[in-house]
């Protein structure tokens, strides 16, 4: 079984900063394409940033791009998304996930955390 955890979520004004931080562990000797999602209220949950174990990146949502950037930390299996010029509309709960190296799904998932921009 993989874990995943994220943390990092909190409250900010529009136009601040955050940053999200991830870590899969567990039973898994692979390096996992990892990547983050985030769900609104009331909308459906959308991909925002992906990055394989290269360090090759991909983003979701044209509202992200040059505002977000995901990265691979130093410990195996660890993301970062740093989100910059966040908007109210950024505003959601954000879930890091790991996909599963054999079928290629988004199997593995975190809790969330909540992200909040305040205009």
């Known amino acids: 079984q993989v874990k995943v955890v994220e943390s990092g979520g909190g409250s900010v004004q529009a136009g601040g900063s955050l940053t999200l931080t991830c870590a899969a562990s567990g039973r898994t000797d692979s390096s996992l394409f990892m990547g983050w999602f985030r769900q609104a209220p009331g909308q459906e949950r959308e991909f925002v940033a992906g990055i394989n174990w290269g360090g090759s990146a991909t983003y979701g949502p044209d509202s992200v791009k040059g505002r977000f950037t995901i990265s691979r930390g130093n410990a195996k299996n660890s993301v970062s998304l740093e989100m910059n010029s966040l908007k109210p509309e950024d505003t959601a709960v954000y879930y890091c996930?790991?996909?599963?190296?054999?079928?290629?799904?988004?199997?593995?998932w975190g809790q969330g955390t909540q992200v909040t921009v305040s205009s």
């Open positions: 996930a790991a996909r599963n190296p054999l079928s290629g799904d988004w199997t593995y």
